[in-house]
């Protein structure tokens, strides 16, 4: 059931008045969702089919649902917290907005590197943030790892998204912690000079220069390259896993935590831990052509076609505690 803007800004404002326990029926869970409705409802429907209990949410980008939860405090609807990107979760969670949640189901659903370590957010689906290049201008044996897009011999065939998408910054953060500020300063440095043309404001745009030969190859997140595949199967677009023989392909997730003032915390530790299950994982996958967070799942047949590959298994939680710095260093190093 969806949660109109305007209807649940006033249900906030009418909560000063009325206790949240008493506000909130106990059959309920209130999520505010980062990710688009599309994306969210069939799995709450789902849920509330297989228990009874109805989801209300709200979507909007992740800054001002955060916003609202500050401004809300402990009258706040919002029993969930959901969005992309672990360095918009680890800002959550850094912030003071969600609650630790221990979780037997979830420990053994969601792989530790890809949950908080204080136990505040757990990964619910993965993206890989890989190479995706155009197989008539280059070889899969010529790449080998995010590194070497940096060499000269990638001079004016490289395309990048814009610095200022989340996905990048965190990126970014995952090699500073792997090989410290000033190499992967240097090895930004590198992309930048390596660029055909000025970054590009979406992966979908990106991916869609490297296909159209205006770039040999670029980085992006691999469900942009599933939407893009099922709608043009013959598109010159292929995807190529680097790192192979190190720590392996940077990934990244979407994921939730139990909003710190939730009315009803046990009822969203029931809905996460659903979302960690064989059915939610399975429409994770379906929806949106991600990887799902619980390894014993299975990708869907699409996203399984692009082959396996190794994950980096440094805790994502670092996207996070290092994206202050990465952002900086990408602006030293130029990259717009």
């Known amino acids: 059931m969806l949660v109109k803007k305007g209807v649940l800004a006033l249900a906030a404002l009418m909560a000063g008045a009325v206790a949240p326990a008493m506000a909130w029926a106990a059959d309920e869970v209130v999520v505010y969702s980062a990710r688009n409705e599309q994306l969210i409802k069939p799995m709450f429907d789902a849920y509330t089919k297989e228990t009874g209990i109805e989801i209300k949410f709200v979507t909007d980008k992740e800054g001002p649902l955060m916003q609202r939860l500050k401004a809300e405090g402990a009258n706040t609807p919002a029993d969930v917290f959901l969005t992309v990107d672990a360095g918009n979760l680890w800002q959550a969670g850094n912030e003071g907005?969600?609650?630790?949640?221990?979780?037997?189901?979830?420990?053994?659903?969601?792989?530790?590197?890809?949950?908080?370590?204080?136990?505040?957010?757990?990964?619910?689906?993965?993206?890989?943030?890989?190479?995706?290049?155009?197989?008539?201008?280059?070889?899969?044996?010529?790449?080998?790892?995010?590194?070497?897009?940096?060499?000269?011999?990638?001079?004016?065939?490289?395309?990048?998204?814009?610095?200022?998408?989340?996905?990048?910054?965190?990126?970014?953060?995952?090699?500073?912690?792997?090989?410290?500020?000033?190499?992967?300063?240097?090895?930004?440095?590198?992309?930048?000079?390596?660029?055909?043309?000025?970054?590009?404001?979406?992966?979908?745009?990106?991916?869609?220069?490297?296909?159209?030969?205006?770039?040999?190859?670029?980085?992006?997140?691999?469900?942009?390259?599933?939407?893009?595949?099922?709608?043009?199967?013959?598109?010159?677009?292929?995807?190529?896993?680097?790192?192979?023989?190190?720590?392996?392909?940077?990934?990244n997730i979407s994921g939730a935590g139990v909003v710190k003032h939730a009315g009803n915390k046990a009822g969203a530790q029931k809905l996460i831990e659903w979302l960690s299950s064989d059915k939610a994982q399975n429409l994770f996958s379906d929806s949106n052509h991600e990887y799902p967070a619980n390894a014993n799942i299975k990708p869907s047949e699409l996203v399984a076609s692009w082959g396996t590959f190794k994950q980096n298994q440094i805790n994502v939680v670092r996207a996070g505690e290092l994206q202050v710095e990465a952002v900086k260093l990408m602006d030293r190093a130029g990259y717009k």
């Open 97 to 251: 907005l969600l609650a630790a949640t221990p979780s037997k189901v979830l420990e053994q659903n969601i792989p530790a590197y890809l949950r908080d370590p204080g136990n505040q957010w757990f990964g619910l689906s993965v993206r890989a943030r890989t190479i995706a290049y155009n197989p008539t201008m280059v070889k899969a044996s010529e790449m080998s790892t995010y590194e070497d897009l940096a060499d000269p011999k990638w001079k004016g065939k490289l395309c990048l998204r814009t610095s200022k998408k989340v996905y990048n910054q965190s990126l970014v953060a995952m090699m500073i912690e792997e090989h410290g500020a000033a190499k992967t300063e240097e090895i930004v440095k590198g992309w930048v000079a390596n660029q055909a043309t000025e970054p590009f404001s979406s992966d979908t745009k990106m991916m869609e220069a490297v296909a159209a030969g205006q770039c040999a190859l670029g980085i992006g997140n691999t469900y942009y390259y599933g939407r893009l595949v099922a709608a043009n199967p013959d598109i010159s677009l292929k995807l190529f896993w680097p790192n192979q023989e190190g720590t392996g392909v940077h990934v």
